[in-house]
């Protein structure tokens, strides 16, 4: 597999050989239209601006020598004739030099009594202050903007030569795909990466045209990818970049054009092809979303860039501190996507899960960290770089909340983003011990926690003592909730309680090491004396209650232990267990950070606590009460 920098080098050179075109031609608009176009020529000014001596304010125009000595001790009368009244952006008469504010005149009988002297060419825009006639206004390869067009029409300009928006065409592919909003049956899906590739493409200023879904033939997705590339800048073919049976792009690039590269050193997206079809530059981006939408970055962006005579937009690096380990391929470049909010005055990176089909880790991603080849990771609290996705203010107020999942929480972060468009609860399901050391490494404002101590039958606080010894700690309540088997519809195996998992061919699905919900199950299975080894699906894991109700209504597992909201939300039944408090652990001196209020006002909202209730299995008659 090739380095990037590499790969585009080598597919550059593929498409010279290829006779693609080095840029997309000009055509001469009005400024009304250029916003957002590349220039392709150096743009110089028709005329000054401003293109006389200007009034910069309101007032009386004089001779500066007739001013001398007058102040507020000593007014100065100037006679009728030696001035004249005079507006903003008015012509400065000729026998006049200087301009005295409206406020340090009092008009009298006879004249004008100043109050303030001034200097030769004070409060006067001169002529060219702004802009001078045949100087350089922009250069080649700019992207205009609103502020750009209006130095233009100021400098006499009313039509500029810019290169054309380049043409992206997106050809999907794959018998399983289907359009958006079409009727789907089990084993397929809807067409969401030629909606995402070409919204990519307009977001950068092309022109983007999504093509039928071609199924998985050769000889069809060769007709339509010649068709496509001979009204096309840029072809993207979706999927069948990789190596399975049915993945066919490599050979229609090789049949009809020029194959580059095939297999790029980094993760997600390393299936990437990159090659040229009747003179136009192809790039073959896999199937998975996150994959797809990485090589429109890696790729598709820098050779559009290309293409219009322009720099490529670079995202804006900060520095943040690592909420947990990250390992990595030490081959593979790789990319990952991170969340980031404020603790304690600095940044702080979470990961996202790093699978390349999980689409929604880039709808919540506020960063890239780039892993580089050669490194095995980074170690948590590493200080590292990313590159912002959004605006750093945006950031700024963000909750950082890591540590066990909770249904409430989703209804938690959705209703303060209403109450404030600018306040973000950024939550992290890491485990509630992981929650605990995040708190304690200053990583996180607020740890959930459900941990049961099987010594004591108690919840959290005894962890605490371990975890974070000497700390000032406080807890505050969020709900207590409805603990249980997910089973499917009608309980069609007549699960009844944790004895049942010992059954021979139940298949299971378990909670992650470090989460509440493993602690209880273990802690269940020590009291009937099961052995974990003789559940079948024991070790297969999933981070949150709704993804433990996804696999039993996938039919994949008969149950999992899990939360009623999160059975009721896919519509199954639910075997109760036992009730349990989910808590917020803080730093008690977090109790009065302004960025925290809003949340508690929250928790104490009847309204909130009265949707918690309608999930199905909680009880909040202690919602944000103080524990600890």
């Given at each position: 597999?090739?380095?990037?920098?590499?790969?585009?080098?080598?597919?550059?050179?593929?498409?010279?050989?290829?006779?693609?075109?080095?840029?997309?031609?000009?055509?001469?608009?009005?400024?009304s239209q250029a916003v957002g176009r590349v220039t392709a020529q150096t743009v110089w000014a028709l005329r000054s601006s401003p293109p006389f001596d200007a009034s910069a304010m309101d007032g009386i125009a004089l001779r500066a020598s007739d001013t001398t000595g007058a102040s507020d001790a000593a007014p100065l009368l100037i006679p009728a004739g030696a001035y004249e009244v005079i507006d903003t952006g008015d012509l400065l008469p000729d026998a006049f030099d200087a301009v005295v504010m409206r406020e340090h005149v009092r008009f009298a009988d006879g004249g004008a009594e100043l109050r303030a002297e001034v200097a030769p060419y004070q409060n006067v825009r001169s002529i060219g202050e702004d802009i001078v006639a045949n100087g350089l206004l922009l250069f080649e390869g700019h992207r205009l903007r609103a502020v750009d067009v209006a130095a233009c029409g100021a400098a006499g300009v009313t039509e500029v030569l810019v290169r054309r928006k380049p043409i992206v065409a997106v050809l999907p592919t794959g018998d399983e795909i289907r359009p958006i909003g079409s009727d789907i049956i089990r084993g397929q899906f809807y067409d969401t990466n030629s909606l995402m590739l070409a919204a990519l493409a307009r977001e950068i200023g092309c022109e983007a045209v999504v093509l039928p879904i071609e199924p998985d033939d050769p000889d069809g997705i060769g007709r339509a990818a010649l068709k496509a590339a001979a009204t096309c800048d840029l072809l993207i073919i979706i999927a069948g970049a990789s190596a399975g049976r049915d993945d066919y792009t490599v050979e229609v690039i090789k049949h009809l054009?020029?194959?580059?590269?095939?297999?790029?050193?980094?993760?997600p997206g390393h299936p990437v092809v990159l090659g040229a079809i009747d003179s136009t530059p192809v790039v073959g981006a896999p199937g998975y979303p996150v994959s797809a939408a990485l090589s429109f970055e890696m790729?598709?962006?820098?050779?559009?860039?290309?293409?219009?005579?322009?720099?490529?937009?670079?995202?804006?690096?900060?520095?943040?501190?690592?909420?947990?380990?990250?390992?990595?391929p030490v081959d593979l470049d790789e990319w990952v996507r991170v969340r980031l909010g404020r603790v304690g005055g600095r940044l702080v990176a979470t990961a996202l899960p790093r699978g390349a089909?999980?689409?929604?880790?880039?709808?919540?991603?506020?960063?890239?960290?780039?892993?580089?080849?050669?490194?095995?990771?980074?170690?948590?609290?590493?200080?590292?770089?990313?590159?912002?996705?959004r605006e750093l203010g945006e950031l700024e107020n963000t909750i950082v909340?890591?540590?066990?999942?909770?249904?409430?929480?989703?209804?938690?972060?959705?209703a303060l983003r209403s109450g404030n468009a600018r306040l973000t609860l950024s939550v992290s399901h890491v485990g509630s011990l992981g929650g605990l050391a995040a708190l304690r490494d200053r990583l996180c404002h607020l740890a959930g926690s459900c941990l049961l101590d099987p010594e004591t039958g108690g919840y959290t606080l005894s962890y605490i003592d371990q975890v974070l010894p000497g700390r000032d700690i406080a807890?505050?309540?969020?709900?207590?909730?409805?603990?249980?088997?997910?089973?499917?519809p009608g309980n069609p195996l007549g699960l009844s309680g944790i004895e049942d998992l010992a059954r021979g061919a139940l298949r299971y699905v378990n909670r992650q090491p470090g989460s509440g919900t493993r602690a209880l199950v273990d802690y269940e299975l020590a009291r009937s004396g099961i052995a974990p080894t003789s559940i079948i699906g024991y070790d297969?894991?999933?981070?949150?209650?709704?993804?433990?109700?996804?696999s039993v209504a996938s039919g994949r597992c008969d149950c999992g232990l899990g939360l009623l909201a999160a059975a009721g939300a896919f519509g199954l039944d639910f075997?109760?267990?036992?009730?349990?408090?989910?808590?917020?652990?803080?730093?008690a001196a977090s109790l009065e950070d302004p960025l925290l209020g809003p949340f508690w006002d929250l928790l104490s909202s009847s309204n909130f606590q009265a949707s918690v209730r309608a999930l199905g299995g909680y009880d909040t008659s202690e919602t944000g009460r103080r524990i600890l």
């Open positions: 597999m090739t380095a990037v920098a590499e790969a585009l080098e080598v597919w550059y050179v593929a498409c010279a050989n290829a006779s693609c075109p080095e840029r997309v031609e000009p055509l001469l608009l009005p400024l054009g020029v194959l580059a590269v095939h297999g790029v050193a980094v993760r790729f598709a962006a820098p050779l559009i860039a290309r293409l219009e005579g322009t720099l490529e937009t670079a995202r804006p690096i900060v520095r943040a501190r690592l909420a947990r380990k990250i390992a990595s089909g999980v689409l929604t880790s880039l709808v919540r991603a506020d960063a890239l960290l780039l892993v580089p080849a050669g490194a095995e990771g980074h170690d948590a609290d590493a200080e590292v770089e990313v590159r912002l996705l909340m890591t540590g066990s999942d909770d249904v409430a929480l989703d209804l938690a972060a959705s807890v505050v309540r969020l709900a207590v909730r409805e603990q249980g088997l997910i089973v499917a297969r894991e999933e981070h949150t209650h709704l993804a433990v109700a996804a075997v109760p267990l036992r009730r349990e408090p989910f808590d917020l652990v803080l730093n």
